[in-house]
Nanobody
Framework: VQLQASGGGLVQVGESLILSCAAA????????MGWFRRAPGKEREFVAA????????HYADSVKGRFTISRDNAKTTVYLRMNSLKPEDTAVYYC???????????????????WGKGTLVTVSS
């Protein structure tokens, strides 16, 4: 399994970015994906994840209403649209594949296998 996150960059406060995570080597349409981030000097933090039920998305409170997950099964890609970016959104963003068994708390990194390398988002004030 290979995950390649891209789309990060330097933006100003209030601007938007769309991150992409291209997946290969797995049956993408039947898997569910999540996004985490790690800010400088902080622990990895849950951002958003797809629920097993179609159309169900879970977001961290810190990004709810600003970030949106979507996917394109034909391109085996999941996206994270980030609006109204804030300086505290500055982090390396990672995508990951949800495990079907084991940890059920989708906000825990232990609920995921196959992590991408991450893409850096910097929000400047």
């Amino acid at each position: 399994v290979q995950l390649q996150a891209s789309g990060g960059g330097l933006v100003q406060v209030g601007e938007s970015l769309i991150l992409s995570c291209a997946a290969a080597g797995l049956p993408f349409s039947t898997n569910r994906m999540g996004w985490f981030r790690r800010a400088p000097g902080k622990e990895r933090e849950f951002v958003a994840a797809e629920g097993w039920s179609s159309g169900i998305i879970h977001y961290a409170d810190s990004v709810k209403g600003r970030f949106t997950i979507s996917r394109d099964n034909a391109k085996t890609t999941v996206y994270l649209r980030m609006n109204s970016l804030k300086p505290e959104d500055t982090a390396v963003y990672y995508c990951a594949v949800r495990l079907r068994f084991g940890e059920s708390n989708l906000a825990s990194p232990r609920a995921y296998g196959h992590w991408g390398k991450g893409t850096l988002v910097t929000v400047s004030s």
